[in-house]
């Protein structure tokens, strides 16, 4: 296992790319599976089977601490601290991702737009609608699964916030919201 566990640590923390870490997830066309497997996740299994957990910790604030590539950080340490059960881990990378991803979701307003005051518009695929998908997958990847597990309540107060802003950028036009429907009712019934 720790043989396993040297090799994930390779791929996700290459020493020449430092401090970048790279997921590798396998995709999925269902945003909603919460099977979906990264090297990371497998490289946090791998941890736990040989009592690496405190190392991947300290190496993952480490990277985090050169404010490069966060967002796959905190993601990561959101990943250790789910598989581990680690309460204060959860909320300290919690407070993270959401310092991290506060710049890339838009702001909550008092109403989103809804479907039919979008719907002039629908024939027109904005610019950043790749940007906005990839996006979308990292917060319902980092996030859903924490939603179905028991958390505290000052845990919740990050992720329900940082979830409705996802749902925001779902409904911030037509296209990303008639592709991301299912979704939005998902996070708008949590």
């Known amino acids: 296992m720790k043989q396993l566990y040297e090799s994930l640590e390779a791929i996700v923390f290459p020493e020449s790319r430092r401090p970048v870490i790279y997921p590798h997830r396998l995709s ?4 909603l599976d919460r099977t979906k497997i990264s090297a990371y996740r497998l490289l946090v299994r791998a941890a736990m089977q040989c009592d690496k957990t405190d190392a991947l910790r300290d190496e993952l604030e480490s990277r985090a601490k050169t404010g490069i590539n966060t967002e796959a950080i905190f993601e990561a340490l959101i990943e250790l601290a789910a598989e581990t059960n680690d309460e204060q881990l959860l909320l300290k990378s919690l407070q993270g991702f959401a ?3 506060d ?8 109403e989103r737009p809804t479907f039919s005051q979008l719907e002039r518009s629908l024939s ?3 610019p950043d609608v790749l940007r906005k998908a990839r996006l979308i997958d990292q917060m319902t990847r ?3 699964p924490l939603v179905s597990e028991p958390m505290g309540e000052d845990a ?3 992720v329900r916030p940082l979830m409705r802003r996802t749902g925001h950028l779902i409904a911030s036009d037509p296209y990303t919201l008639s592709t991301h429907q299912t979704l939005l009712e998902t996070i708008e019934n949590q």
Do not use: D, F, H, W
């Open 99 to 101: 310092v991290a991803m």
């Open 28 to 31: 999925s066309r269902n945003a």
């Open 156 to 158: 919740m107060k990050i």
């Open 124 to 126: 027109k695929v904005p």
């Open 103 to 110: 710049g890339l979701l838009p702001e909550l307003q008092s």
């Open 142 to 144: 980092t996030l859903l």
